[in-house]
């Protein structure tokens, strides 16, 4: 079992809508989330950080940790097409090292 | 945007050949990481650094070895390329905590 799962996609939505990814986790030592954005051709970088349970709110991105299930999610409002990329979510446990998820792809449509 | 380097962006190569994948950074960063990653899967760890001198392996198993002598420099060498070697690598930095890590464009590697 992987330790951080993702569905692949591609995920479509049309321009304006709201994307929701998601994310599960197996480690439960895992105290840290992140989320990554991946454009075609290009490294990942960073779009939000959590730390724990709870939201993280930054402009039209809402990150959310539910440790109790093992479950991160990202909402992204008014979706652009220059959304559209693969979206990486990524998990530690204290002193270690980052474990990533296999990216979800999303395709904003005008 | 990270001023983080990756040369070449493409590499195809024939079995057997010795390579090495070139990595730089401007930013001063002490930490330096390796991961290798495959079409539509999650990236694997395979070397870091905290800083001069010091290499690590890291999660992924991989034929390829790095070093750092110099802080802004951490380059990835396999000394007999293989097939099974044919993958995306991408190279990345961070200042200070392991969570927001700056990556490169990647070297998309093909072994034939």
């Known amino acids: 079992q992987k330790e951080v799962e993702q569905d692949p996609g591609p995920l479509s939505v049309p321009e304006g809508a709201i994307v929701s990814l998601n994310c599960t986790y197996s480690?439960?030592?895992?105290?840290?989330f992140m989320w990554y954005r991946q454009y075609s051709r290009k490294g990942p970088e960073l779009l939000m950080y959590t730390y724990s349970s709870g939201n993280k709110e930054d402009g039209r991105f809402t990150a959310q940790v539910d440790k109790s299930s093992k479950y991160i999610s990202l909402f992204i409002r008014d979706s652009q097409p220059s959304d559209s990329a693969t979206y990486l979510c990524?998990?530690?446990?204290?002193?270690?090292?980052?474990?990533f998820g296999g990216g979800t792809r999303v395709l904003v449509k005008p | 945007e990270a001023d983080i380097y990756q040369t070449p962006r493409y590499l195809v190569i024939g079995t057997g050949k010795k390579i090495t994948l070139e990595c730089s950074q401007t930013m001063g960063h002490d930490k330096m990481y390796w991961y290798q990653q495959d079409p539509g899967m999650e990236l694997h760890l395979i070397h870091y650094?905290?800083?001069?001198?010091?290499?690590e392996k890291g999660d992924l198993s991989s034929e390829s070895t790095v070093s750092r002598i110099r802080t802004e420099h951490f380059p990835l060498t396999l000394e007999s390329a293989r097939p099974s070697h044919t993958s995306q690598y991408l190279c990345?930095?961070?200042?200070?905590?392991?969570?927001?890590?700056?990556f490169g464009p990647g070297t998309r590697l093909t072994v034939l």
């Open positions: 480690n439960s030592a895992f105290q840290y």
């Open positions: 990345a930095s961070s200042a200070g905590g392991e969570d927001e890590q700056f």
């Open positions: 990524a998990g530690r446990a204290a002193g270690n090292k980052l474990t």
């Open positions: 650094s905290y800083g001069v001198n010091s290499t």
